[in-house]
């Protein structure tokens, strides 16, 4: 029960810092990193995988709704949460990570979270610039898009999931 | 049947991501920059509030900025009364042919309202930008008022709006155009102004005449063509960055740098046209052809 409120408190606290901070910093078309996806990286690896599919529905879902998208952001974060087993297969081999409660420090060597953190956040800005621009006319400007919002998400989501990982989730 | 029932239990999750996917994918496409815009005003009724609050402490730290644009611009308007003062006392002559106009009238010329808001929420990174202003249905703004600086440069329309706020399509929206013209060209030949999405400091004017007297550094100004911006006045868009002739060699292709910084807009003056109803109704009804179907009845 307590984690469960850990975990509502974490979904709120990424879409609040993502609607009204990371979506406010008016810097450059370029600039639109999207670190609420670090609440789909924490959930918990042996969480079933329905519940993951629908809690990453519900964020992008609550996402759309404050920032006006009409379906952009659930069709991007449900295709990472379906892609999530995968991913983690891909990058920690399949026997591991899936014991645990979640993505420990411990069972994960810091490589490969670094590994899928970063697969975690260019899938889903991939799927969901890729989707915004809705054109190949200007594919050069979305991967510039891709990159620059990328490099920054990563260090954000990076230092957000080890905050969570160390600090919260701990206790 | 239990080999079936197997068979979802096995693939209920691929079915399941297909569903949300689909049934998104079919939101997001039948969304139109007006959807968007309605889910945002929705949505600013609830977040609103604290996107108030956010604004008051960003706003707190360009006071000093924000007072010195308002001193030079109480200056210029000191300039213009002094020139009013001077042309008033002129027409003080002419005060009993003023008397005799119906007042009644005189309201009825009165075609456009203006009332000033400030901005509380931005984006320039979207595909189709919004801004969200302070003032909604409460203060007596209506979807399709003009949105200008207080310089006088474009900004958008509102497209939606809640009782205390309201959500403007910008200039840097990919849905969005309008028409421009060129100052200093005689032949007032016009062209249309859209985002390419690349730059937010940047729109492409295409569809120039190749005719036109345009050259980088020329100022571009609303065609006067829309219903939003007032009629008579030139609503400035930006400056002529770059000009080229199009793929055909028709007609030139302008970059036009936009007079407004869009993604640092803090005051705003809203322009209500009380005609645009009456107008666009009689527009819409001559290109539906249904005026003609009137004609015929009677």
């Known amino acids: ?171 | 049947m239990y080999k079936l029932i197997e068979f979802l239990r096995r693939i209920y999750i691929v079915v399941l991501f297909l569903v949300i996917e689909s049934v998104a994918l079919y939101c997001y496409a039948h969304s139109t920059y007006h959807t968007q815009a309605k889910i945002l005003a929705r949505a600013n009724s609830v977040v609103g509030g604290a996107q108030s609050v956010l604004y008051g402490i960003r706003h707190y730290f360009t006071l000093s900025s924000e007072n010195r644009a308002l001193a030079t611009r109480v200056a210029q308007l000191e300039s213009e009364l002094q020139y009013y003062r001077e042309a008033g006392a002129i027409e003080r002559e002419n005060q009993e042919a003023f008397a005799q106009i119906d007042s009644v009238l005189m309201e009825g010329l009165v075609q456009y309202r203006y009332m000033s808001a400030r901005v509380i929420a931005n984006t320039v990174h979207h595909r189709n930008n919004f801004i969200t202003l302070n003032r909604g249905a409460m203060h007596g703004v209506t979807p399709n008022m003009g949105v200008i600086t207080p310089e006088g440069n474009m900004v958008g329309y509102v497209a939606a709006c809640s009782d205390r706020y309201s959500v403007v399509v910008s200039l840097l929206n990919m849905d969005f155009s309008t028409s421009g013209k060129v100052v200093g060209d005689d032949h007032n030949y016009v062209g249309s102004i859209s985002w390419n999405g690349s730059s937010p400091y940047k729109v492409d004017m295409t569809e120039l005449s190749k005719y036109a007297d345009v050259e980088v550094g020329d100022e571009v100004v609303g065609s006067g063509a829309s219903h939003y911006f007032p009629a008579g006045v030139n609503i400035r868009i930006g400056y002529v960055d770059a000009v080229r002739e199009n793929e055909n060699h028709t007609s030139y292709d302008v970059v036009v740098r936009l007079a407004a910084d869009l993604s640092r807009l803090d005051n705003v003056i809203l322009v209500e046209n009380f005609d645009y109803n009456e107008v666009s109704g009689l527009e819409e009804s001559v290109a539906s052809g249904q005026y003609l179907l009137g004609e015929e009845t009677n």
């Open chain 1, 1 to 171: 029960m307590q984690r469960n409120l850990t975990y509502v408190g974490i979904f709120l606290t990424l879409v609040l810092l993502q609607v009204f901070l990371f979506d406010n910093i008016a810097l450059s078309v370029y600039f639109h990193p999207l670190i609420y996806i670090a609440f789909i990286i924490i959930l918990p690896l042996d969480m079933r995988p329905v519940w993951v599919l629908l809690l990453s529905a519900l964020l992008g879902l609550t996402v759309d709704m404050a920032t006006g998208q009409a379906g952009l952001n659930v069709m991007s974060t449900t295709a990472v949460g379906f892609m999530r087993t995968a991913i983690v297969g891909l990058i920690c081999g399949r026997s591991m990570g899936f014991d645990d409660t979640i993505p420990s420090l411990h069972r994960f060597t810091t490589k490969n979270l670094v590994g899928y953190v970063v697969a975690m956040v260019v899938v889903h800005s991939a799927i969901y610039f890729f989707m915004e621009s809705l054109s190949m006319m200007h594919i050069l400007h979305t991967l510039l898009r891709l990159v620059i919002s990328d490099i920054v998400a990563v260090f954000v989501v990076w230092y957000i999931v080890r905050l969570i990982i160390e600090r919260v989730l701990k206790n």
